[in-house]
């Protein structure tokens, strides 16, 4: 079997396979694991540009945060401006330090995007390209498209009309900047949610998660906000957001030039209309997509995905 995409959803299906004696080849255009499970590395300190936080809703999402928590990859986070009364947790020493762990032991090539998969025979083959333009082919009998819905359909479609479905599916996409500051920001919360109509969704201070360091934030715009600058110069993207962070935070003029400044843009950050099935398979249970936009816009959806999947492919 063959999983393009180490999101969680594929980590998730990926691992319970192989833990069933599955032999799994793990695909992942990215150089490393996790998808929006994201964090970068600066000299200014490290920021979680994707997800900030995990919830848990259900026993198996609960049992792998513990797990993650007893070997020091994850930890409860408290921020001033909280307003769930469920508790967060997130990686440490970043949201990416979860994929990382998840991926231990398994058959995973990172930096190698999936361009085509072609049916041959009983078989299919996946042609693919790494990042220097190397050419790959992965031959599999069964092959599981766990990325965003637009691009698994892409994938899909052509082989089998039953991923039509997929265009249903409506994901958001996502602006995400990161900026370092050289002193604390005096009276700012670490957590501040846009109201309708502000440019910003959410205000996060990185520097208050576990595990960090320094006076770092982490912005993400609102998804029609970032929907209308998807083609614009990141420069005045930045701009943009930094005039709202001056506003939501009330600081105004009173905030100080970022040392550090960086924008990443999220093309399917959040799901509007899941597909509200776990997965999707096609008749001969060969080909199969999931994620996250199968069910709702959290990660734990994701693993949810993920996990149904295994389970139903283990039942064939």
């Not at 082989?159 to 009276?187: I, N």
Request: net charge negative.
């Amino acid at each position: 079997m063959a999983v393009i995409g180490a999101g969680l959803a594929g980590l998730s299906l990926t691992r319970h396979l192989q833990a069933q004696g599955m032999t799994v080849k793990l695909i992942e255009k990215s150089d490393r694991p996790g998808g929006r499970l994201s964090t970068r590395e600066t000299p200014f300190g490290s920021f979680d540009v994707g997800a900030q936080y995990l919830t848990n809703r259900t026993p198996a999402f609960a049992a792998l945060i513990n797990l993650l928590t007893s070997g020091g990859q994850v930890a409860a986070w408290k921020p001033s401006g909280k307003d769930s009364a469920r508790p967060w947790w997130t990686g440490v020493p970043g949201m990416s330090t979860i994929p990382d762990a998840l991926a231990r032991s398994l058959d995973i090539d990172l930096g190698v995007e999936a361009l085509g998969i072609a049916a041959s025979g009983d078989r299919f083959e996946i042609s693919a390209r790494n990042r220097d333009g190397t050419e790959h082919r992965y031959t599999a009998n069964q092959v599981v498209a766990a990325i965003p819905a637009p691009q698994a359909r892409t994938l899909l479609s052509p082989l089998d009309p039953v991923f039509e479905t997929l265009d249903t599916v409506q994901m958001a996409p996502c602006l995400s900047a990161a900026l370092a500051f050289g002193a604390p920001l005096s009276g700012v919360r670490d957590l501040i949610r846009g109201q309708q109509g502000e440019a910003l969704a959410q205000i996060t201070r990185n520097s208050s998660k576990p595990g960090r360091s320094g006076e770092t934030f982490v912005i993400q715009a609102m998804p029609g906000w970032s929907r209308e600058r998807i083609d614009s110069p990141p420069a005045a993207v930045l701009a943009e957001m930094l005039i709202a962070m001056r506003f939501q935070t009330g600081l105004g003029a009173d905030l100080p030039p970022p040392l550090h400044l960086d924008l990443d843009f999220w093309r399917y950050a959040l799901v509007e209309t899941p597909l509200s099935s776990p997965f999707l398979a096609n008749q001969d249970n060969t080909l199969f997509a999931c994620g996250d936009w199968c069910i709702a816009a959290r990660a734990e959806a994701a693993h949810q995905s993920g996990l149904a999947l295994a389970e139903h492919i283990l039942s064939l």
